[in-house]
C-alpha cells in the first residue's frame, strides 16, 4: 500500500472530485483527478488505483439516477465505446499520453468556441447513429487510458439540452459499462498489482461519500446553471489539456 502523505494530500481530493461528478455536479472537471494523482504517482498508477474507485462511484450513481438517462444515447454510444476500448488497450504501449491529451483539449475548445460564437449551433440536435457511434468510441479511448472520456461524451450530449437529471443519469449509465468493460484490458496488462489495490481499498470510503454529496448539489442548482458549469469546465480542462499535452510533447 501507498504510505506517502503527499499522495493522500493529492488523492483525497482526486477522489472526492471524481465522485462528485459521478453524482452529477461539475461537469467535466473529473478529469483533473488522474492529473491531480499523477503529482505523487505516475499517470497510469494512478488510472490503475482510481478505476475500482470509480466502479463504486458507479454503482452509487447507477442507484440515484435509476430508470433516469436516456436509452436511446446509451444504445448508440456503447457499442462505439468498447471499440474504442479494444484500440486503447492495443496501442497502449505506443500512444503518448501526451498526444491524447492533446487531442481531448483541441476537442473541448473547439466544441466551446463553435457552440458560443457560432449562433447556428445552439439548435437542439438529437441522438444519431454516426454521432454516437463515432463520440462513443473517442470517450471508450480517452476513457481507457487515463478516464477522460467524460468530455467526448459532454461534446456528443450536451447540444441534445436533455433534462438535467436525464444528462447525469446518461453519463452514469454510460460509464458504469465503460469502466466494468475496463477491468478486462486492465486486469491483462498487469495495471492491477497489489500496491496498487490496497491504496483503492484504503480510499474506497471516499466515493459512496462524493457521488451523494454531488447527486445533492445536482438537486439544488437550476438546469440552466448546470449546463453552464459543464460549458464552462469543458473549455477550461481543454485548455489545460493542451497545455499539458504540449509540454508533454516538447519536453526531453
Known amino acids: 500500500m501507498i504510505t506517502d502523505p503527499f499522495f493522500y494530500l493529492c488523492a ?9 461528478v459521478k453524482g452529477g455536479f461539475g461537469g467535466g472537471i473529473a478529469i483533473i483527478s488522474v492529473p491531480l494523482m499523477s503529482l505523487a504517482v505516475p499517470p497510469v498508477q494512478a488510472a490503475a488505483i482510481l478505476l475500482p474507485l470509480l466502479i463504486v462511484m ?22 462505439g465505446a468498447i471499440v474504442g476500448i479494444i484500440a486503447g ?70 447540444p441534445q439540452r436533455l433534462d438535467k437529471i436525464v444528462l447525469m443519469g446518461t453519463f452514469a449509465l454510460f460509464f458504469a459499462v465503460v469502466n466494468l468493460v475496463k477491468l478486462i484490458p486492465y486486469t491483462w496488462l498487469g495495471q492491477f498489482d497489489g500496491t496498487n489495490l490496497l491504496t483503492s481499498l484504503v480510499l474506497i470510503p471516499l466515493a459512496p461519500i462524493g457521488v451523494r454529496l454531488g447527486y445533492f448539489l445536482l438537486h439544488k442548482i437550476s438546469e440552466v446553471l ?27
Open 89 to 158: 488497450a492495443f496501442t497502449f504501449h505506443y500512444l503518448s499520453e501526451a498526444a491524447i491529451r492533446l487531442l481531448i483539449g483541441f476537442m473541448c475548445v473547439t466544441f466551446y468556441l463553435n457552440y458560443w460564437l457560432q449562433p447556428g449551433l445552439k439548435a437542439k440536435t438529437k441522438a444519431g447513429i454516426v454521432a454516437g457511434s463515432f463520440w462513443g468510441a473517442i470517450a471508450g479511448f480517452t476513457s481507457f487510458g487515463i478516464h477522460a472520456g467524460g468530455p467526448p461524451m459532454s461534446i456528443y450530449l450536451l
Open 58 to 79: 458507479d454503482g452509487v450513481a447507477i442507484w440515484s439516477f435509476r430508470g433516469q438517462w436516456s436509452k436511446e444515447n446509451i444504445e448508440r454510444t456503447l457499442p
Open 226 to 252: 448546470i449546463y453552464r458549469i459543464c460549458y464552462f469546465f469543458l473549455l477550461i480542462i481543454g485548455l489545460k489539456l493542451l497545455y499539458d499535452g504540449s509540454h508533454g510533447l516538447l519536453s526531453p
Open 12 to 20: 483525497i481530493p482526486a477522489v472526492l472530485i471524481f465522485a462528485m
